[in-house]
């Protein structure tokens, strides 16, 4: 049991430190790793990958802020419609049986390695050309959002403005469902959204979406507890692991390039949705 303990805890740690580095979580590494190496039952995995978020966002959040790249007005507007979004999600999840579960999560996989992929390309080069280089910013209502690249980074501290608030806070929803039923952050669906629909810049993107994953996962570990599809333990265990690797992943995240992070990941994922697949085919 000893070394079970220690296995669930190294999970964490891998998953929190990559997970924090790319904005995502966590938990599409948590859930796949449980299922598929520790041979735990896929909702009591995405249970405890829900939980973990908490940490994660915890963790992420301390270490964005000294950088000031947390835009915390948006991720606030985001957030309300990506905790509803979580609770459907989680509820739906719940019924669901497990081998449904586990073909929507091999599903995200196959949908998260060309979005990463893009991402691996894209780099960091990416923000709206129309920001405001200079002197005050009027906001004319709630979803006029601007925001201000810091000016230790690479655009030194320009305005930006975020582009389709709306459609982000609607696309929100969707990120908050995924997020409740598989265990992920939602950072799949936020990021990409965040820097190509909204204009933000990607790291104040990925450490907008570690803000609202906080919340996301406690809405929707609120719902596999009431439903009694929880194990405390093994929850403890990753939740101390994520804990750590999130830390470590969140100060790595400054100090290495975005490319070099995506691309360990984008490996990790092809790997896993090989292993996933073959799983289900021997279901």
């Known amino acids: 049991m000893d070394w079970l303990i220690a296995a669930y805890i190294l999970t964490g740690w891998c998953a929190g430190l990559l997970g924090s580095m790319v904005g995502l979580g966590g ?47 948006l991720g606030l507007v985001f957030v309300f419609t990506t905790i509803l979004g979580s609770f459907l999600g989680s509820y ?36 709206d050309r129309s920001v405001l280089r200079t002197g005050p910013v009027t906001r004319t209502g709630l979803l006029e959002l601007y925001g201000r690249y810091p000016a230790d980074d690479t655009e030194g501290g320009s305005y930006y403005r975020v582009r389709h608030a709306k459609a982000g806070a609607a696309l929100s929803t969707l990120a908050g469902a995924v997020s409740g039923l598989l265990g992920v952050g939602g950072g799949i669906i936020q990021v990409p959204m965040l820097n190509g629909l909204c204009g933000v810049p990607v790291r104040v993107a990925t450490a907008t979406s570690a803000f609202m994953i906080g919340f996301t996962g406690l809405a929707g570990a609120t719902t596999y507890f009431l439903y009694e599809q929880f194990d405390l333990s093994m929850t403890g265990a990753v939740v101390v692991g994520v804990t750590v690797g999130s830390w470590m992943g969140s100060r790595l995240a400054l100090l290495i390039r975005t490319r070099a992070i995506v691309g360990i990941l984008i490996a990790v994922l092809v790997a896993t949705l090989v292993r996933m697949v073959i799983r289900i085919m021997a279901i």
């Open 92 to 127: 739906v999840g719940v019924y669901l049986d497990p081998q449904t579960v586990m073909i929507c999560f091999a599903v995200l996989i196959g949908a998260a390695i060309p979005v990463m992929t893009v991402r691996l390309f894209q780099g960091e080069k990416y923000i």
């Open 27 to 73: 938990g599409i590494i948590v859930v796949p790793a449980l299922t598929l190496l520790l041979n735990v039952n896929i909702k009591n995995a995405v249970s405890s990958s829900l939980i973990s978020l908490v940490a994660t966002s915890v963790m992420s959040v301390s270490v964005y802020a000294e950088r000031r790249l947390v835009h915390y007005r």
